[in-house]
Nanobody, 123 residues
Framework: QVQLVESGGGLVQAGGSLRLSCAAS????????MAWFRQAPGKEREFVAA???????FYADFVKGRFTISRDNAKNTLYLQMNSLKPADTAVYYC?????????????????WGQGTQVTVSS
């Protein structure tokens, strides 16, 4: 059973950077789709970025050019490098995975979730 644990969240000023990590136990196959979602208070969980088995990446429009998703298979770790952060990026960020090589922005398409890590961007 794959388990995901996020880390790297924190408080940062607008314009700053953070790198989130998602450590996967249970050695998920390279065929897994890995993704990041976020959820702000009072809002629905929304797609941020995904990386599929081919190495192709997908991003939400609001993070294109600012966030980069990557994966280190040797370390079983997914990353999200976040630059030029804005107060609107404040949310709990979740790592998600699915073994079916899913290509979707819908949370329901992912079967494994981490517990989340808080990112707060001050103005």
């Amino acid at each position: 059973q794959v388990q995901l644990v996020e880390s790297g969240g924190g408080l940062v000023q607008a314009g700053g950077s953070l790198r989130l990590s998602c450590a996967a136990s249970g050695r998920p196959s390279s065929s897994y789709t890995m993704a990041w979602f976020r959820q702000a208070p009072g809002k629905e969980r929304e797609f941020v970025a995904a990386l599929i088995s081919s190495g192709r990446t997908f991003y939400a429009d609001f993070v294109k050019g600012r966030f980069t998703i990557s994966r280190d298979n040797a370390k079983n770790t997914l990353y999200l490098q976040m630059n030029s952060l804005k107060p609107a990026d404040t949310a709990v960020y979740y790592c998600a995975a699915d073994p079916s090589n899913v290509q979707t922005v819908l949370p329901g398409g992912y079967t494994v979730w981490g517990q989340g890590t808080q990112v707060t961007v001050s103005s």
